[in-house]
């Protein structure tokens, strides 16, 4: 499909042609006009249909400034894109998530549970605003410039950043979430513990270990298993988790501890709320950011309090 425009309150589908579930053109399509139907329904327009590069998505996103509706059919990364385009331009327009990649991480957070779920969302759901996070980081020997990008889901540095970078694309393709599981045992075969420096909202906070993540939703395994106490994405903060310890083990130990405890946690395994959020390590680790992985880097983080409005499923 091509990219048509017929007027500046038009609808606009974003379509990450690239994302796991959409690798089969027949079921792309079906999707696809799927979700044409429903965005007709809730508007009473059609839709522009965008389904090509990066660049082009953000282009459509740029020239949409009136746009009633803007819908991702993608991963968590396509609608980060999106939500940092909504919020860049300071618009209230409504975010629709069709999950269409490997974790959907997001999705789930918000109750967007497969396409029926997200057909419905579309239809009928109700407006809801969304903490994001916003990072800046310095790579290695780059001081003077730092890099900057929203995140809907979470960013980390260490193991997680590790585990990302080793499910590459082709194996999320074929294998989707078993990507992530292969990935974190291979990971974990060699694990070597780290120095964490962290400064939470002014607090520092040193010790030796594997994670930390500073996180807006989700779950530890994404769909599967979740922290005792859930992520919140509304309450205008983010989750500081940090595990500790020296090896495999205590980092197991750790996320087990998450899982099955609520309230704060301190000592070897950390998490509270916070607003602001600095980290550094030694040696250097890797960072990620909505599962995009980059090289090792001195990392700041903030939260943007209900930044972006996001349709759910009706409750």
Request: net charge neutral.
């Amino acid at each position: 499909m091509t990219s048509e425009s017929t007027g500046s309150a038009q609808p606009l589908v974003i379509v990450n042609p690239r994302a796991a579930g959409l690798v089969d053109p027949a079921q792309r399509d079906r999707i696809v006009r799927a979700v044409s139907v429903a965005v007709e329904q809730r508007t009473g327009r059609s839709a522009t249909i965008e389904s090509g590069s990066l660049e082009a998505a953000r282009r459509a996103l740029a020239a949409a400034v009136d746009s009633s509706l803007v819908v991702v059919v993608g991963g968590d990364g396509t609608v980060r894109e999106a939500a940092a385009d909504l919020v860049g331009r300071g618009r209230n327009t409504p975010l629709a998530i069709i999950p269409a990649g490997t974790g959907n991480v997001l999705a789930g957070a918000l109750g967007i549970r497969g396409m029926r779920g997200a057909l419905e969302a579309i239809r009928s759901g109700e407006p809801l605003r969304l903490d994001l996070g916003r990072a800046r980081w310095w790579e290695v020997g780059e001081a003077a410039h730092p890099h900057e990008r929203l995140f809907s889901v979470a960013c980390g540095m260490g193991l997680d950043a590790r585990v990302m970078a080793a499910a590459e694309h082709e194996w999320k393709r074929r294998l989707r979430f078993g990507a992530y599981v292969g990935a974190a045992v291979r990971e974990l075969a060699r694990l070597a513990a780290v120095q964490f420096r962290i400064v939470a909202d002014g607090e520092p906070i040193e010790l030796v270990g594997h994670l930390v993540l500073v996180a807006n939703a989700g779950e530890l395994i994404p769909g599967r298993v979740g922290p005792r106490q859930r992520i919140d994405p509304t309450d205008g903060r983010l989750d500081l988790i940090v595990l500790g310890g020296s090896n495999a083990v205590a980092a197991l130990r750790g996320a087990a501890s998450l899982m099955l405890r609520s309230g704060d946690l301190s000592g070897g395994v950390i998490r509270r709320s916070v607003r602001e959020v600095t980290i550094e390590s030694d040696p250097a680790q890797p960072i990620e950011t909505d599962g995009d992985h980059h090289p090792p880097a001195r990392l700041e983080i903030g939260v943007l309090p209900g930044a972006v409005s996001v349709l759910i499923p009706g409750r």
